[in-house]
Every structure is written in C-alpha cells, then in structure tokens.
C-alpha cells in the first residue's frame, strides 16, 4: 500500500513532507534567533496547505461530488480546516509557538487517512444529495479544528507546571517566537471554544433543517445526532461555569479534554455503537 501511494499519489506524499518540514521549522524556531526561521515555518504551513486544498479540489473533481463522505476524504478536509484555523490563531496572537503542534496534529491526520485510503469513489445517498451536504460539514469541522486546537492548549496547561520545558516555553522568550511575555493559555483556549461552539451549535440548526427537508422532522434521533448534542452540551456547560461560576485552571482545562474526547467519539467512535447501521452519518472506508 505505501509504496503504491508512494508512487501513484506523490501529490499526498508532498502535501505530509511539508506538514513535516513546517512541524520541524516551527520546533527550530523555538531556539533560533533569526526571525527567517519562524517566518519559514509559517510558510511551508501555508504551502502544505495549498496542497492540501489541492488534494480536496482533486477529489472532488474525480468524484463529481464533495469529497466528505468517506473517512479518508474527511480526514484530509479536518487536516486542512485544523491548518487553517492555526495559522488565523497565528496571526490573531501572534505567536508561533503552538506552530509545531499544530503541524504535528494536521501530519496524524494526513496519517491517519494514509491507514483509512480509499480508491473507490462512493456515491452520495440521495439523502445526502442536497444543497445542505457541504455548508454543514464545512462549518462543523472547522469548528473540531477549533476545538482541537483548544484541547492541545488545555493540555499543555495542565503539563505547563509539571514538564520545565513547556512551562520556560510559554512564559520566556523562547526564540523567535515568543516576546517574553507570558502567554494567558486560558484565554486563548476560552476564545477558541468559544468560536468553536458558535460553529457547532451553527452546525446542528443547519443539521436539524437539513433533517427537516431530507426526512421530514428537524431530529430524527440519529446516533450522530445524539453525540453531537453531547458534545454542544459540553462546550456549553464549560463556557456556563467559566462565565457564571468562574471555573479557572486545572477543573477549566479538564472540561475541554473531556470535550474534546467527546468530539473525537462522536467523529470516529460511531462504527462502535450498535444503531450505527441506521446512520447516515457513518463514514464509509
């Protein structure tokens, strides 16, 4: 398989040798004191990215369709979404200092599609065909980038105090990176979930409407359906206790964990359920 890909998608291999090459500028950054350094990891990013993208407008154009119904295809789209949604983090704070895990997290997902590659091209359902299909896809996953993203701030705040390394990186000045002064991990984390959850409660309405047209009610108790409310629930109840209770630290950091570990069910873990048959929302491949 790998040597078939190998030879056959070079376009997919160049699109991870950059994630790689932006992973590995970004850690360099960390240390170096030329400014070239970071501003070269910001940019092989962005060409990874103009690959990717490349590798979604391939697709759709072989399938004659949006290329978001098998895992693989999917996969390749939340690469994207989570580079995306990094380098507006980037920008907005301007920092580089989460640039190599970012990296990192769009390579495991390019990986990880590597293990789930389909060739076949899979026809729509016909529930599926409807102007709905990719603005409710498109706006949900750029929210479990979002989140994502947040999850690994979170964890890097709870591992801050306990690894000097992670702690000298987010309160020193650490290369080209950072200005010496400490970042506020939990407000970044907060104004991600916060984006986030706007997408993804933007994400259900247009699901439930979508519902309405396709099956005629606006929630069909679909499983997906159901582990998604979980997961609005969630993000909802963090950002209730942060506002209203002040939830701070360690208790915060551990809610959007448990957040996250429920969007990666919901994404991943649907296969496991037994109604999961009945779903229109099971990735195939």
Partial sequence: MLQYILAEHPFFVATGALYAAAAGFYAAAWRSTRALVGRAATALLCAALAFNAGLIVERWIEAGRAPFKSLFESLVFFAFTTGVVYLAFERLYR????????????????????????AEIVKLPPALQSAWFVPHVVVYFVGYAAVSLAALLAAVQLLAPRVPLLQRLTTLRAGTILTGKALDLEQMTYELIRFGFVL?????????????????????????????????????????????????????????????AVVMFTYLGMSMLPTAEESAHVYTG
């Fill in 95 to 118: 920092t580089r200092v989460f640039g190599a895990l970012a990296a990192l997290l769009t390579l495991a997902l390019l990986g990880y599609a590597l293990g789930k590659w389909d």
């Fill in 200 to 260: 993804l409660t933007v994400g259900l309405l247009v699901g439930s409407v979508w519902a309405k047209s396709a099956w005629g009610d606006f929630w069909v108790w679909d499983p997906k359906e159901n582990w998604s409310l979980v997961t609005w629930l969630v993000y909802g109840a963090y950002l209730h206790l942060r506002k209203v209770r002040g939830w701070r630290g360690d208790r915060a950091a551990w809610l959007v964990l448990l957040g996250f």
